[in-house]
T-cell receptor, first 116, second 114 residues
Framework: NAGVTQTPKFQVLKTGQSMTLQCAQD?????MSWYRQDPGMGLRLIHY???????DQGEVPNGYNVSRSTTEDFPLRLLSAAPSQTSVYFC???????????????FGEGSRLTVL | AQSVTQLGSHVSVSEGALVLLRCNYS??????LFWYVQYPNQGLQLLLK??????LVKGINGFEAEFKKSETSFHLTKPSAHMSDAAEYFC????????????FGTGTQLKVEL
C-alpha cells in the first residue's frame, strides 16, 4: 500500500524561488494537512483541507499556498522561498472526523527543504 | 486554545528499564489526547489515543498512557524498554470537540542503552 506519498524528498532552493511540494494519498481520505517540523518546536500546522475544494489556514500559513482540486492530492506551494522556510515538511491525511477515528493521522515520509 | 507540554527533550534509559515520557496538556474543553512516534527519517505514526471512556489506554508495541484529569497529564509508559523503542515521541491534543487538527508538543527523544 502506498499510503501518503510526498515528493520530492529533498530540495535546495535559493531565496526568492518558488516551488511546489506534492502530496498524494490513495486511502480515499477526506482530510489532508501540511505540517512543518523544526528542531525544538515540534510540528506546526500550515494548512489543511476537509475535502475537495475546501482549504483553511493553520497556525503558520504565511508564505504558503494550497489547493485541493481532487480528494487524492494536496500540493503545498512556496510562493517566494525564504531561509526561515528551511524545514522538514510533512503531509498527513485522515478519514473525516468521527469519534472512532478522530486524530488518527497518516503521515508521509517528509520533504526536507533547504533555502539558501 | 489547546496546548501540550512535554517535559524533557531527551530521555535515556537502559534496555529492560521502565520508560516514562511526560506530557501535560492545557485545554478549555475535554481534550482528545494522542501519542505519536517518529523513527529516524520517517513520518509520524500513531501509538495510542484517548478520547472518552477508560482513562488507561493501550497502544502498539507495549506502550500505554493514562489520562489524569486532576493532574492534566497524559504520560506515556512502557514497563521494559527495547532497543527498537529508540525514537522521538510526540504528545498531541486535538482541537475543540475533537477533530483532526492536532497541536503537537515539542517532542522527546528516547535513547535506549545496553
Amino acid at each position: 500500500n502506498a499510503g501518503v506519498t510526498q515528493t520530492p524528498k529533498f530540495q535546495v532552493l535559493k531565496t526568492g524561488q518558488s516551488m511546489t511540494l506534492q502530496c498524494a494519498q490513495d486511502m480515499n481520505h477526506e482530510y489532508m494537512s501540511w505540517y512543518r517540523q523544526d528542531p525544538g518546536m515540534g510540528l506546526r500546522l500550515i494548512h489543511y483541507s476537509v475535502g475537495a475544494g475546501i482549504t483553511d489556514q493553520g497556525e503558520v500559513p504565511n508564505g504558503y499556498n494550497v489547493s485541493r482540486s481532487t480528494t487524492e492530492d494536496f500540493p503545498l506551494r512556496l510562493l517566494s522561498a525564504a531561509p526561515s522556510q528551511t524545514s522538514v515538511y510533512f503531509c498527513a491525511s485522515s478519514y473525516s472526523t468521527t469519534a472512532r477515528n478522530t486524530g488518527e493521522l497518516f503521515f508521509g515520509e517528509g520533504s526536507r527543504l533547504t533555502v539558501l | 486554545a489547546q496546548s501540550v507540554t512535554q517535559l524533557g527533550s531527551h530521555v535515556s534509559v537502559s534496555e529492560g528499564a521502565l520508560v516514562l515520557l511526560r506530557c501535560n496538556y492545557s485545554s478549555s474543553v475535554p481534550p482528545y489526547l494522542f501519542w505519536y512516534v517518529q523513527y529516524p527519517n520517517q513520518g509520524l505514526q500513531l501509538l495510542l489515543k484517548y478520547t472518552t471512556g477508560a482513562t488507561l489506554v493501550k497502544g502498539i508495541n507495549g506502550f500505554e498512557a493514562e489520562f489524569k484529569k486532576s493532574e492534566t497529564s497524559f504520560h506515556l509508559t512502557k514497563p521494559s524498554a527495547h532497543m527498537s523503542d529508540a525514537a522521538e515521541y510526540f504528545c498531541a491534543v486535538s482541537g475543540t470537540g475533537g477533530g483532526n487538527k492536532l497541536t503537537f508538543g515539542t517532542g522527546t527523544q528516547l535513547k535506549v542503552e545496553l
